[in-house]
T-cell receptor, first 112, second 115 residues
Framework: NAGVTQTPKFQVLKTGQSMTLQCAQDMNHEYMSWYRQDPGMGLRLIHYSVGAGITDQGEVPNGYNVSRSTTEDFPLRLLSAAPSQTSVYFC???????????FGDGTRLSIL | GESVGLHLPTLSVQEGDNSIINCAYSNSASDYFIWYKQESGKGPQFIIDIRSNMDKRQGQRVTVLLNKTVKHLSLQIAATQPGDSAVYFCAENRNSGAGSYQLTFGKGTKLSVIP
């Protein structure tokens, strides 16, 4: 049981490049979410999903897309990276929305 | 704006002493609160939670107190150990209607344990 697995752990991009941050969980959790963590800002919700085929926006969704084709996977896409998206990104999951979430160890993303 | 916040950004305690980390929230409709611990280079880890119909909840060496009158939450760690050094976040799980919940995090308190 690996919990929540995020890949890659580190990534450096140039402005305008695109990439996908991967997130997978093996706990059969319905609820999954993406947060970004910036110094002094805590964790802010980007997008979330209450189940396969269902996604919704969080507090800071601009510049990010998500999809949820399976229960296990919840990738986060940056279509055109900007320096303001330099951050640490965390994926989390819980059995259902409103329950304590399990977090991955994060992806540290730098955009030059 | 940020509705969940912390009174102190840093806290240093002597090993063996008790630690108290405070958190204020502004939304009286929030009905569920969670404390997370985040070690360097890791994701947040669930410590303990409390629902709004409770004033106190105890775990192993940790106690969470909820004062709904002044919208205040605290995490108490007994006999603090070096392994407790981390950033601690309180999170407010707010029911935003139609069964939808949003988890809002405070900015965190860094706890440093002095050996």
């Amino acid at each position: 049981n690996a919990g929540v697995t995020q890949t890659p752990k580190f990534q450096v991009l140039k402005t305008g490049q695109s990439m996908t941050l991967q997130c997978a969980q093996d706990m059969n959790h319905e609820y999954m979410s993406w947060y970004r963590q910036d110094p002094g800002m805590g964790l802010r919700l980007i997008h979330y999903s209450v189940g396969a085929g269902i996604t919704d926006q969080g507090e800071v969704p601009n510049g990010y897309n998500v999809s949820r084709s399976t229960t296990e996977d919840f990738p986060l896409r940056l279509l055109s990276a900007a320096p303001s998206q330099t951050s640490v990104y965390f994926c989390a999951s819980s059995l259902q929305q409103g329950q304590p979430q399990h977090f991955g160890d994060g992806t540290r993303l730098s955009i030059l | 704006g940020e509705s969940v916040g912390l009174h102190l950004p840093t806290l240093s305690v002597q090993e063996g002493d008790n630690s108290i980390i405070n958190c204020a929230y502004s939304n009286s409709a929030s009905d569920y609160f969670i404390w997370y611990k985040q070690e360097s280079g890791k994701g947040p880890q669930f410590i303990i939670d409390i629902r709004s119909n409770m004033d106190k909840r105890q775990g192993q060496r940790v106690t969470v107190l909820l004062n709904k009158t002044v919208k205040h939450l605290s995490l108490q760690i007994a006999a603090t150990q070096p392994g407790d050094s981390a950033v601690y976040f309180c999170a407010e799980n707010r029911n935003s209607g139609a069964g939808s919940y949003q988890l809002t995090f405070g900015k965190g308190t860094k706890l440093s344990v002095i050996p």
